[in-house]
């Protein structure tokens, strides 16, 4: 099978791993890729929403099946794209078509796709600079503190959680008519505050039947004890201790199952990955967000705990036979530590040189932000690297990713210390 992955961050290089790993593998190409995917297989210099550029490669190089990495090209509607330009039907494409992937590029659009299939979530209303005077209204009937969410794709940035009334007034108005993130918070959903604790579930749907992968926790601020900014994510550990089986048969029979029925009932092609975001308050689960991809930095944990060959997963899901899947994963614990320039996820430098990395032992490192300059590996992005351990349980795992980072260096490298404290 020759097969093409698209994206260039630490997701598609864990991806990659895994998919280089399958008997069924005769060619791997990434696109942009990065100096991580090079080792696995060709990295090709094409943007993930060249859409045209994409088409004529999965062409000329007969690519049997194509992952898609990154939400924005699936929001773009590049997998319709490619069903009436190369191949068609033949074409196994891991990801869901543009009205599938409406449920990550708009909340609202979640929201209501969560209201109509009764599928627990937080109460929820969606205002425009219109509506402002509304939006004010409803803020008032909420308790402290209160969830103000861009509408569109924001780059993981577009959620404020804002403690005081007036405050939360002031950046509503900030986002719906100073337009705060740009096209993004034309609309603004503003929901319920939830409190619990946060963990996320993958699935792999054709659409009709589906397989649950690993669960995983990550941790989104750049501070320890969960302080400071949100970022794309410090780390993440899989499994996640408190995710029991009575928790996981709620999460499958109120969340999971009624998604994917969803999807047949309202005629969504939907054949990839889903992300719930979810929170567990008291004892049930509630959604906070749908992904219609793999998520970073979990990609990274959950990958390495499938024991399955992923492409006998992605065929099977190409001929909507998930249903006959026997997926097996390891009982150990994988974690993952990212790596991060100085200053992010605010204003950081690039193109620092990073050493030490070929000593590194017992420890799979997937690049996140690295690039190449004059045969040295630099940094290229605020998210350098993830360093993901397997282990008997997570203090083991974390020590093997902690002793690994001990042996690189570049000039402001940052990490948090204490990833799964919590658990």
Known sequence: MNVLVLGSGGREH???WKIAQSKNIDQLFIAPGNPGTASLGTNVAMGVNDFDAIADFVRL???????????????NGLTDFLRNTSGGKDLIIVGPSKAGAALEGSKDVAKAFMARHNIPTAKYQTFTAQTLEAGYAFLETL???????????????G?????????????????????KFGNASAQVVIEEFLDGIEFSVFALTDGKYFVVLPEAKDYKRIGEGDKGLNTGGM???????????????KVRSQIIEPTIKGFEIENID???????GLIKVGDNPLVIEYNVRMGDPETEVVMPRIESDILD?????????????NITFSNKTATTVMVVSGGYPESYKKGMEI??????????????????ANEKLVTSGGRVMAFTSLGDNKEKALEQSYSAIDKIDFTGMNYRMDIGFDL
Do not use: W
Not at 143 to 157: C, F, I, N, T
Not at 355 to 372: K, P, R
């Open 14 to 16: 864990a991806l990659s």
């Open 61 to 75: 190089n007969r690519i049997n099946c194509v992952v898609i990495g990154p939400e924005d090209p699936l929001v």
């Open 143 to 157: 308790q402290p503190p209160y969830v103000l969410k861009a509408d569109g794709l924001a780059a993981g940035k």
């Open 159 to 179: 959620v404020l959680i804002i403690d005081n009334l007036p405050e939360a007034k002031t950046e509503l108005k900030n986002m719906l008519v100073n337009a």
């Open 235 to 249: 780390g993440a550990i899989s499994p996640v201790p408190f995710v029991d089986e009575k928790l996981m048969d």
């Open 270 to 276: 939907y054949q990839g990955f889903v992300f719930f």
């Open 313 to 325: 997963l992605f065929a099977l899901m190409h001929k909507k036979e998930l249903n006959t899947a």
């Open 355 to 372: 050493t030490g990395l070929e000593n590194v032992e017992g420890c799979t490192v997937f690049h996140a932000g690295t690039a190449m």
